[in-house]
């Protein structure tokens, strides 16, 4: 049965839009996103004893970290209309269900093999809840509060994250990796109990006219893949997604080169990775007072710029070097709040908004996938990080390039 989506798109379903905000509801929808993003965060920060314990090589560690990612690289357009198809409430259910019996699986695993296939069955849920609590948002949301929440909602990654790196060290003193693996599976069972009793009043959203395109997988992939918007602010996820993983990726080593202590180097670049979170905030209240999208992905890819050239330039102290990297962060948390926020208007369809999100985080991963190779490769070939900035400033100006384009839609 179709569940399709009322957004701002959709003519039809206008009248349908909450008068009040349910932020108890919302909140419940976050936490679910956060519970999906604590399984990338676990991984990062439980690796060394993942690899002492199973005997991994360096290369298949890596791929303990990035088989999460690998479902939304590929299929996030194809998954997301198979979210519109089967309905958001439902998805962001089995997302999470897949999630916990896949962490709960991967706590048996004696290997890489099994591990690996449930840490690709983890991806596979994380991107089946995250396409999926966006347009269920849209129904607890009132329009004037819609872009504080979708600010909000785009910090659940960064908070997330940061939250299982920094609860991952003492979790594993006490049961080591599996006991982590399986207090994951709870939690996040737990969590799709609390979200599903939340939201089980919710009515589905009304269908949109017969003009509209219904809610079938392949109408609604070529409808997204061929709509400038979606792939405009894909384009635009993607090269700030690159941007970010680079600098952070790379933060521990550049201060340790600087003399810092290994400790104290990983403390330090979760601290400046988390302020991407209160970026969010911002970015979702600028959206709410009514500051364009165009300028907030501008003015926030020219900072993320101006940033990397403090960062790796030279020449700078040590501390102001660490402050341009806080700074990159916070202005680059705008970018992702004013993108995941603009779905709803960009959607080709009001049945189409879970695959446009999709393809919007395909971007996103894809960036991810390729920022820090591309930095590691001139970085190497130059001999030092002098050049990193003209990388970087180079992605920025293509996402300024990208944002001045959505001032259309």
Not at 50 to 77: H, K, M, P, Q, Y
Not at 167 to 189: I, S
Not at 262 to 278: E, Q, Y
Not at 309 to 332: D, K, M, Q, T
Request: glycine fraction near 14%.
């Amino acid at each position: 049965m179709n569940e399709p989506v009322t957004t701002s798109a959709g003519r039809a379903g206008a009248s349908a839009l909450p008068a009040r905000t349910s932020w108890a509801v919302a909140l419940l929808l976050f936490g679910g996103g956060v519970a999906a993003a604590l399984q990338v965060g676990k991984a990062v920060a439980a690796l060394p004893a993942v690899r002492e314990d199973l005997g991994l090589s360096l290369v298949t560690g890596g791929w303990v970290i990035a088989a999460v990612n690998v479902a939304g690289g590929l299929f996030g357009l194809v998954l997301g209309a198979t979210v519109d198809r089967f309905g958001h409430r439902r998805s962001m259910l089995a997302g999470l269900g897949v999630i916990a019996v896949s962490s709960a699986a991967g706590a048996t695993a004696q290997g890489g093999a099994l591990l690996l296939a449930t840490r690709f069955g983890e991806g596979l849920g994380f991107v089946l809840t995250v396409l999926a609590v966006p347009p269920l948002l849209l129904r607890v949301t009132a329009p004037a509060r819609r872009g504080v929440m979708f600010g909000l909602w785009s910090a659940f990654m960064p908070t997330g994250t940061a939250l299982g790196v920094l609860v991952t060290p003492v979790l594993l003193d006490h049961g080591g990796w599996r006991g982590l693996w399986l207090l994951g599976a709870a939690l996040t069972g737990l969590t799709a109990a609390a979200a599903g009793l939340a939201t089980r009043t919710l009515r589905p959203a009304p269908r949109a006219p017969e003009s509209e395109p219904r809610a079938r997988v392949l109408p609604v992939l070529r409808a997204v893949a061929t709509a400038p918007g979606p792939l405009l602010a894909a384009g635009a996820f993607a090269m700030y997604a690159g941007q970010y993983l680079a600098v952070f990726g790379f933060l521990p080593t550049l201060l340790i080169e600087d003399g810092v202590p290994v400790g104290t180097a990983a403390l330090l670049a979760a601290a400046a990775s988390f302020v991407n979170a209160p970026g969010n905030l911002l970015g979702g209240w600028l959206r709410g007072r009514g500051a364009p999208r165009w300028v907030l992905i501008c003015a926030g890819s020219a900072v993320m710029g101006l940033s990397a050239v403090g960062i790796f330039a030279g020449g700078l102290p040590l501390e102001w070097r660490y402050a341009c990297c806080v700074l990159l962060s916070l202005a680059g948390g705008i970018i992702p709040a004013t993108l995941i926020g603009a779905t709803p208007d960009l959607a080709p369809s009001p049945n189409a908004m879970a695959a446009t999100v999709g393809v919007v985080m395909q971007g996103s991963t894809l960036g991810q996938v390729a920022g820090p190779p591309v930095v590691a490769a001139v970085a190497t070939s130059v001999g030092g990080w002098g050049a990193t900035p003209l990388v970087l400033g180079a992605a920025a100006l293509v996402a300024i390039a990208l944002g001045l384009a959505l001032r259309r839609f």
